[in-house]
């Protein structure tokens, strides 16, 4: 089949790529010339495990190409697949400008009958703007020719984008159309061998499909922080009530760890849009509401810990922070509304120095933060730590969780740790002599035998 992708963000490109390896023949084009002129030279954007090598593969055998050519791009596919990105604008609201400029283009330079596929995350009724978008330019051009335009939402995990691609739990498509269901259908064939994974539905329910499982699992996130809360003023360890209640199946154990709350690329955009939809309609979503502003708040109780440890945010002139991990969560560069963005801030804004150091994110780092004197970007984990007066965790690599305690606490100038992300146990901390805060368990102290109070509201 022949297939264009507009948009080779991660998940036109993702898209792109694993099509590509099953044989389809695909197109990828973008705006952005200098980023087709590095893919062409096999230089990836992001980093995605398991990405690089495919689009290397695909590429080699012909299966995968790039072009800015709007032209050559809408000729190739019979699918056109648009995966363009839908930034927030100020109110809140997706913003559809890119997409609709690829109806544009799609209407202004098909010349044969089109299957258009909208990928990125759109609010409902987008497939319906799209069609009148692409009919609007054909008739301007006198044309009558046919198109159909079907919903297909990504739910690409960044770092697992490519499996979850590749071994999809469901492939919503949004049609009514029975031709455009028997293309979908071959489209994803590969990829719906052993079960079918296929569910078609109408448009509109495809489309607030994407929106309800993100909020879904944001709601579980925002949920089990405000238990972690309730946890800490109770004395009781929310990594228990975290098993506890994971063992019944109907609530399960995913999506239900306390940390600094979700960040990223979706999650974040896409509760904000869904509430700037509700809005629109005059329905009152309160929960989606609390979930937005438990998150926040997650965030600014975190940094309460820290000021609260050390007297007031006024104590925190002068001191140094060891940050490890600045992604929005591990295995991925992506720093869009990382947490700890929020946190190494909200240091540097009472007067802290941030010695940083993240696994893969410090290109990002220095495009957002660069030239900061009071950013340290250290080489590896223990160099972060030189001098520090505190360790400050906020992303869950690997790497970070199972550290030499010894070299830390030889390398800093006070055996403390915040942990937003619940990595280590707390009384073999104690043990050790550490101060140990994390999220939703006692506070813990080395340094006597009792367990500091945490009584902190927001
Ligand atoms: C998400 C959805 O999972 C995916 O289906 C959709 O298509 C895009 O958005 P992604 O943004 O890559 O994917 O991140 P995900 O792995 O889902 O994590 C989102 C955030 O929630 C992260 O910041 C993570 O740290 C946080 N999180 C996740 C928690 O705080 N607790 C949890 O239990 C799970």
Not at 101 to 123: D, F, L
Not at 223 to 240: P, S
Not at 374 to 402: H, M, N, Q, S
Not at 447 to 452: F, I, K, P, V
Request: glycine share 8%; net charge negative.
């Amino acid at each position: 089949m022949h297939i264009t992708i507009f948009g080779t963000g991660y998940v036109g490109l993702v898209t792109g790529a694993c099509l590509a390896d099953v044989g389809h023949d695909v197109m990828c084009m973008d705006v952005d010339r200098d980023k087709i002129e590095s893919l062409e030279r096999g230089e990836l954007p992001i980093y995605e495990p398991g990405l690089a090598a495919i689009v290397q593969r695909t590429s080699a055998l012909g299966n995968l190409q790039f072009t800015c050519d709007p032209f050559r791009a809408v000729a190739h596919g019979a699918v056109q697949i648009i995966a363009v990105g839908t930034p927030p604008d100020e109110t809140g609201a997706a913003d559809l400008q890119h997409v609709l400029s690829v109806a544009e283009s799609v209407g202004r330079h098909m010349a044969a009958p089109k299957v258009v596929v909208v990928k990125s995350t759109v609010p409902v009724g987008t497939c319906d703007q799209v069609a009148q978008r692409i009919r609007a330019v054909l008739d301007r051009h006198g044309s009558d020719l046919d198109f159909d335009v079907a919903s297909n939402p990504e739910f690409l995990k960044e770092g697992a984008a490519v499996t979850d691609f590749q071994r999809p739990d469901r492939i919503v498509v949004g049609t009514i159309s029975p031709r455009v269901r028997s293309v979908m259908s071959e489209i994803y064939e590969p990829f719906n061998r052993n079960h079918d994974r296929l569910l078609f539905m109408d448009v509109r329910s495809a489309e607030l499909t994407k929106y309800a499982a993100n909020a879904m699992l944001a709601t579980r996130i925002s949920f089990i922080n405000e238990v972690a809360d309730l946890a800490e003023h109770l004395g009781a360890d929310i990594e228990q009530v975290r098993k506890g209640i994971g063992s019944d199946p109907r609530i399960g154990y995913d999506f239900i760890y306390a940390g600094l709350g979700y960040g990223g690329s979706c999650f974040p955009k896409d509760i904000r849009a869904l509430l700037h939809t509700a809005g629109q309609l005059g329905c009152k979503a309160s929960l989606i509401e609390a979930v937005e502003d438990i998150n926040q708040r997650q965030k600014s109780r975190f940094v309460a810990k820290i000021t609260s440890h050390y007297g007031g945010a006024h104590k925190l002139r002068g001191k140094t922070f060891a940050v490890w991990g600045l992604s929005f969560k591990p295995n991925t560069d992506d720093i869009r509304e990382a947490p700890a963005r929020a946190i190494i801030e909200a240091l540097w804004n009472a007067g802290a120095t941030v010695r940083l150091f993240d696994p893969v994110a410090h290109a990002a780092a220095i495009r957002l933060y660069g030239g900061r004197s009071d950013l340290v970007i250290a080489p590896d984990k223990y160099a972060a730590l030189d001098g520090a007066d505190a360790l400050v965790l906020c992303t869950e690599w690997r790497e970070f969780r199972a550290p030499d305690f010894r070299e830390m606490g030889s390398r800093m100038s006070s055996r403390t740790i915040f942990d937003g992300r619940n990595l280590y146990v707390p009384e073999r901390l104690r043990g050790e002599g550490w101060t140990y805060y994390s999220i939703g368990r006692p506070a813990v102290s080395g340094a006597s035998d009792w367990s500091l109070p945490i009584a902190m509201s927001a």
